[in-house]
Every structure is written in structure tokens, then in C-alpha cells.
């Protein structure tokens, strides 16, 4: 790292840190410490862990990544393929985008604190992202076999937990990610409102975020059609059980009345 250059790594190697049990520090300082995310700081370098199961390095040496990562790994569900994204930063005059960097006016803690969660931010959104596709796909997959068969392959409780994923899914992003939501260092720090707001627009949080969201609607709504005419179909199985019974009945009625 030069004195006007550096980059921020962003790893993704589990699928979430419960960051409120698991209390490790690696013989670094605490700069913040929250259920949300944990930054630590050792001279020049900071390592930032993210309950979304992102870490991010600055001026961290490819031994120290390693050791945390296979910490990470350990503690956590770790992810098979893992997803990697960097940033480039470059002092400045002022806090901002600039042509494929990020402009800070000084490396200090709040300002490499809110590269990195906006970079954390759009990393967990790529493994979000790549589960809804799935889930889309599924689902899709499903009211295609109904359109074509007329029939619902399956069980209804299948379909229960697969519409109770897709809510789980949207709770994760709202909770972990909170990419609509500006952090406290934003609010604490002057400046960096303009800062956070072109970090999210050069990364598409917004967007990428509301069209996951509307995909999961879509899934929603699919599902529940689903779950409607699986429904349907068992009550009218059920009337015609009933219309049988009833036939039978009538049958034996009349039987029992032939000489």
C-alpha cells in the first residue's frame, strides 16, 4: 500500500457470523464492535467482519487473510466457491467516485469503515441474488408442470416451506445487508453523505436490491397460486368422495328394497 494508494478486499467465505458469540479480535484493537460487524485495526491495517459473512481486508498481508478466513471458516457455515470483489481507494481533495477509484480525503477509520460495508454490501447481494435466480427458476418450473399437467407435483407442505424460504430470504437482506439505510458513521461523520450515497450508486445497491425484491414477489405470488389451486383440488376431491358416498348409500338403499 502506498501512502496515496490502497485497496480494500472483500471476501465472502461463510454464509454468515454470529458476530455477538464469536469474539474473536486476532490480537487486533476494536474500532467498532456491533452484532452487524466488527472492525479491528493493527497500525495501518484494518480487518472488517460483516454478519452478512463478509470480511474485508485493508492493507492486510495475504498470511493474515488466510488466518482469518480459515478462523471464519471454522466457526461458520463455510461457503464452497467463495465470491471476491476489491476496490480501489486514492487520496484526494474531497470524498468521493472518482474514474474506477474511490476518493477519500484521509485514511481514516469512518471513511475505510463505509467502502468497505457498501463493498460487503454488494458482495452478499451477489450470493442473494444468485439464491433468488434459484428460487425463481423453481418456481417457474413448478406453474409450467401445473399449466402442462393440470396437476400439482408434490405435496402442499413443500410448497409451504418453499413460500416461507422465499420470506426468509427477504428478511435476510432487509436485516443483514440494510443496503437502503444509510450506517451511524454516515450521520457521525460530516461529509460522508455524498460519499455513501455515489458508493451506492456506483455499486447499483438500490437497484440490485428492489429487483430482488420484486422477484421475490413474483415468487410469492406464484407459490401461492400454487398453494390455492392445491386447495381447490383437494376440496373437490372431497365433494366428490362425498357425492360417491352418497351414491353408494342411495345403491343400498335400493337394493335392500328388491324382492
Given at each position: 500500500m502506498s501512502e496515496s494508494q490502497a485497496i480494500i478486499h472483500a471476501i465472502q467465505p461463510v454464509?454468515?457470523?454470529?458476530?455477538?458469540?464469536?469474539?474473536?479480535?486476532?490480537?487486533?484493537?476494536?474500532?467498532?464492535d456491533s452484532p452487524a460487524h466488527r472492525m479491528l485495526r493493527d497500525g495501518e491495517t484494518r480487518i472488517i467482519l460483516f454478519r452478512s459473512g463478509v470480511i474485508c481486508f485493508f492493507g492486510a498481508g495475504p498470511a493474515l487473510q488466510a488466518r482469518v478466513i480459515a478462523k471464519a471458516q471454522a466457526a461458520f457455515q463455510p461457503i464452497a466457491e467463495p465470491q471476491a470483489e476489491e476496490i480501489a481507494l486514492q487520496l484526494g481533495d474531497r470524498d468521493g467516485m472518482g474514474k474506477d477509484v474511490v476518493m477519500l480525503r484521509e485514511w481514516e477509520d469512518e471513511r475505510i469503515f463505509l467502502v468497505a460495508l457498501r463493498l460487503a454490501q454488494s458482495l452478499a447481494l451477489e450470493l442473494h441474488e444468485e439464491a433468488v435466480e434459484n428460487l425463481l427458476e423453481t418456481t417457474m418450473n413448478?406453474?409450467?408442470?401445473?399449466?402442462?399437467?393440470?396437476?400439482?407435483p408434490g405435496r402442499k407442505g413443500g410448497y409451504l416451506r418453499f413460500l416461507a424460504s422465499t420470506s426468509a430470504t427477504r428478511t435476510e437482506i432487509l436485516s443483514r445487508l440494510a443496503v437502503l439505510d444509510n450506517p451511524d458513521v454516515v450521520w457521525e461523520t460530516p461529509g460522508l453523505a455524498l460519499l455513501s450515497r455515489e458508493l451506492s450508486a456506483d455499486l447499483e445497491l438500490t437497484s440490485r436490491f428492489r429487483a430482488l425484491d420484486e422477484k421475490l414477489d413474483a415468487i410469492?405470488?406464484?407459490?401461492?397460486?400454487?398453494?390455492?389451486?392445491?386447495?381447490?383440488?383437494?376440496?373437490?376431491?372431497?365433494?366428490?368422495?362425498?357425492?360417491i358416498l352418497i351414491t353408494v348409500e342411495l345403491l343400498v338403499m335400493l337394493l335392500g328394497h328388491l324382492p
Open positions: 454464509r454468515q457470523m454470529q458476530l455477538k458469540n464469536w469474539r474473536e479480535t486476532f490480537d487486533m484493537a476494536v474500532v467498532y413448478l406453474l409450467s408442470e401445473v399449466t402442462r399437467s393440470g396437476r400439482l410469492r405470488e406464484g407459490l401461492e397460486v400454487i398453494i390455492v389451486a392445491s386447495r381447490h383440488k383437494r376440496e373437490t376431491l372431497l365433494e366428490w368422495i362425498i357425492i
